[in-house]
């Protein structure tokens, strides 16, 4: 049981890592997510060199963004019969605007909401963040925090879910 548990939650966690949000320029966030409502489609740029003056060379833009599963609609209803309800996929994005930009989904099965949170103007699963959405970034001081739940369909009609937070250190 221990082992399926950690297994499960895993998932979410091995997802926000596999985001290469790592070291995305502080300065280089569009939007910039400091409100207390974040957001859940970001663009960023990483540093890909720095000169010996110190002079970074930052990379296209990459765009992470959570869109409604291409098989559904936002209404309350599963239309594509796989036990979830409104539910999204988180897309990259990366070389964004060039020749050569290209879209993969790093996910499927992200919840319309973060575990816990309704759509009402209020925190509330109190983790400082309110209203936010199955995928949501955040921005404090040089600090991004991200946020993740994902779900499943279980026996009688039941949706499990997981849900993770993980914070990266920006590049200046
Ligand atoms: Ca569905
Ligand atoms: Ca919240
Ligand atoms: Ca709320």
């Not at 995928?135 to 369909?153: K, N, Q």
Request: with cysteine; glycine share 10%; hydrophobic share 40%.
């Amino acid at each position: 049981m221990a082992v399926s548990m950690a297994s499960a939650e895993g998932e979410p966690f091995l997802t926000l890592n596999g985001l290469q949000t790592q070291s995305a320029g502080v300065h280089t966030l569009v939007p910039d997510p400091v409100g207390n409502f974040g957001v859940d489609t970001i663009t960023f740029k990483k540093p890909l060199a720095v000169s010996a003056a110190g002079v970074v060379t930052w990379s296209a833009p990459i765009t992470i963004g959570l869109q409604l599963e291409e098989t559904e609609t936002d209404n309350g209803v599963d239309q594509n019969h796989n036990g979830l309800i409104d539910e999204r996929a988180l897309v990259i994005t990366r070389d964004v605007g060039t020749a050569s930009q290209k879209s993969t989904i790093a996910c499927h099965r992200v919840a319309e909401w973060f575990l816990g949170e309704t759509s009402n103007g209020a925190d509330d699963n109190g983790n400082g963040v309110i209203d936010e959405h199955g995928f949501c970034v955040r921005r404090v001081g040089d600090l991004l925090y991200l946020y993740l739940t994902l779900e499943s369909p279980a026996d009688g009609g039941q949706v499990v879910r997981w849900t993770t937070s993980t914070a990266i250190v920006l590049h200046n």
